[in-house]
Structures are given as structure tokens and as C-alpha cells.
């Protein structure tokens, strides 16, 4: 069964079974990783024939590690559950890289647009700097590990470049900030 009704009254289960209010600081941080999580499997059912489709499903299940992280307060229970490396961000960084080779270097801001999957990735990016915020907050009230915000602020980047990248598998133009 689906519902279990225990979250009627506003109050979710921890990783472990604590009980917290559904608007506590680390809900909020592990719910926005979910919405992250989400609006990336978007992207990449957008991009199913491109190389960076892989790419975004590997993204997908380092966030679920994220996720079940931050969603767990007990330190038995943490340790026991799987964790980033440093070679994630590696790897991010490594695919940043490789799509920032192959596109024009960047003059402008640029206004997100130009394809359904460009702005695509510019909305998962935002998210992505919005879930950064959420985990900052629970960092001043929690211990987070330091390769989490490390992953999360090089995946905005990562998906910044992705939706240029886009543009230019697409061979469509980006669009850029004019001051008029």
C-alpha cells in the first residue's frame, strides 16, 4: 500500500525513523535533491540520443546517495550507507571540460532558451543553486560532508554547460542578455 497515512498531521520519517515536521531543515534540503533529481530525469529523457544522456542517469543516482544522506540524522545508520568520493566530482568536472571544448567560449550572459532541452538544463540548474541553498541551511544546524556541496555546486556548473552543449548538438543559437 502506497500511504500509510502517518504524514497526515505533517511530520515525515527519517532515514532511521525519526520523526521531523515536513518543513524541517533537512525535509527541505532532501526534498529539493528530489525535485533536482526529478526535473534531470526530464532532461535526460530529452537528450535519450546524445552521450550526456548516460551522463545525467549517473547524475541521477549520485543524488539518490545525496538524498538518502541527508535524509538520515543517526550516525550508526550514516555510516553505513554509500558516499560520495572525490572522483565524482572528478567526473563531472572531467565532462565539463569536454563539452566546454567544443563550444564558443562565452562573451555574454546567456538567457535560457533556445530549445526545449537547453531550457531544460537551465531549469535543472536552477534548482541545482537552489538545493545548494537548502543544504548550506542545514549545514549551519547539521554536519554535511564537504563533497556533497562540492558535487552539488559542480553539477550547476555541469548543467550550465550542458544547456550551451544542447544548443550546439542542436545547431540552434543561444540567446544572450542584451541591456536594451
Same mark, same amino acid.
Not at 537548502?134 to 553539477?155: K, M, P, S, T
Given at each position: 500500500?502506497?500511504? %500509510? =497515512?502517518? +504524514?497526515?498531521?505533517? %511530520?515525515?520519517?527519517? /532515514? +532511521? +525513523?525519526?520523526?521531523?515536521? =515536513?518543513?524541517?531543515?533537512? /525535509?527541505? !534540503?532532501?526534498? &529539493?535533491?528530489?525535485?533536482?533529481?526529478?526535473?534531470? +530525469?526530464?532532461?535526460? *529523457?530529452?537528450?535519450? !540520443?546524445?552521450?550526456?544522456?548516460?551522463?545525467? =542517469?549517473?547524475?541521477?543516482?549520485?543524488?539518490? /546517495?545525496? $538524498? &538518502?544522506?541527508?535524509?538520515?540524522? *543517526?550516525?550508526?545508520?550514516? !555510516? =553505513?550507507?554509500?558516499?560520495?568520493?572525490s572522483d565524482a566530482v572528478t567526473e563531472v568536472e572531467a565532462w565539463i571540460d569536454s563539452m566546454d571544448a567544443q563550444i564558443p567560449k562565452l562573451n555574454s550572459f546567456v538567457i535560457a532558451g533556445g530549445s526545449m532541452?537547453?531550457?531544460? !538544463?537551465?531549469?535543472?540548474? &536552477?534548482?541545482?543553486?537552489? %538545493?545548494?541553498?537548502?543544504?548550506?541551511?542545514?549545514?549551519?544546524?547539521?554536519?554535511?560532508?564537504?563533497?556533497?556541496?562540492?558535487?552539488?555546486?559542480?553539477?550547476?556548473?555541469?548543467?550550465?554547460? %550542458?544547456?550551451?552543449?544542447?544548443?550546439?548538438?542542436?545547431?540552434? $543559437?543561444?540567446?544572450?542578455?542584451?541591456?536594451?
Amino acid at each position: 500500500m502506497i500511504y %500509510t =497515512k502517518t +504524514g497526515d498531521k505533517g %511530520t515525515t520519517s527519517l /532515514v +532511521g +525513523g525519526s520523526r521531523v515536521s =515536513k518543513c524541517d531543515p533537512r /525535509v527541505e !534540503a532532501y526534498g &529539493t535533491v528530489d525535485e533536482l533529481n526529478s526535473h534531470i +530525469g526530464l532532461l535526460a *529523457e530529452m537528450v535519450k !540520443a546524445w552521450t550526456i544522456s548516460s551522463q545525467l =542517469k549517473s547524475i541521477q543516482n549520485r543524488l539518490f /546517495v545525496i $538524498q &538518502t544522506l541527508l535524509a538520515t540524522e *543517526e550516525s550508526e545508520t550514516y !555510516a =553505513k550507507l554509500p558516499h560520495l568520493t572525490s572522483d565524482a566530482v572528478t567526473e563531472v568536472e572531467a565532462w565539463i571540460d569536454s563539452m566546454d571544448a567544443q563550444i564558443p567560449k562565452l562573451n555574454s550572459f546567456v538567457i535560457a532558451g533556445g530549445s526545449m532541452a537547453s531550457a531544460q !538544463a537551465h531549469v535543472a540548474r &536552477t534548482v541545482c543553486r537552489r %538545493t545548494e541553498r537548502r543544504i548550506v541551511a542545514l549545514q549551519d544546524i547539521a554536519e554535511i560532508e564537504e563533497i556533497i556541496l562540492q558535487y552539488i555546486n559542480r553539477l550547476s556548473d555541469y548543467l550550465f554547460v %550542458t544547456s550551451r552543449y544542447i544548443l550546439h548538438l542542436e545547431n540552434k $543559437q543561444e540567446i544572450f542578455w542584451s541591456a536594451e
